[in-house]
């Protein structure tokens, strides 16, 4: 469920908002619906990488890859697809830990109320 949902909405709302929205998409999903700790690290962080490496070879195959070899060359890579695997990742690791984070927010946010 987690993992869906934020595919679902980091997709819609990176159409009109900044690449970082990720990380709020992942906070706050993981947040609310983050069952364990395991799933809020993993769902964010492979629901980006697939998201991210769809919509890259999506953009980038129609067009010969003109721009990521551009960039791979800019980096001194020699392929495109080093290029498309390093963007992803870094994209999946951002949304793993910033899923976790809200995980580890809620949780300490109800320990405190029942503590109280």
Known sequence: MVFIVIIILSFLLQLVLPWW???IVSFATCGLIGKTGKIALWAPFFAILLLWTGMALFKSL???NMLAMRVADMFGMQSW?????LSALLGAFTAAVSGYCGYQ????????KTNS
């Open 21 to 23: 929205v990720i990380v």
């Open 81 to 85: 697809y080093l290029v498309l695997v």
């Open 105 to 112: 927010f809620r949780k300490a946010v109800l320990v405190s």
């Open 62 to 64: 129609p067009n010969n």
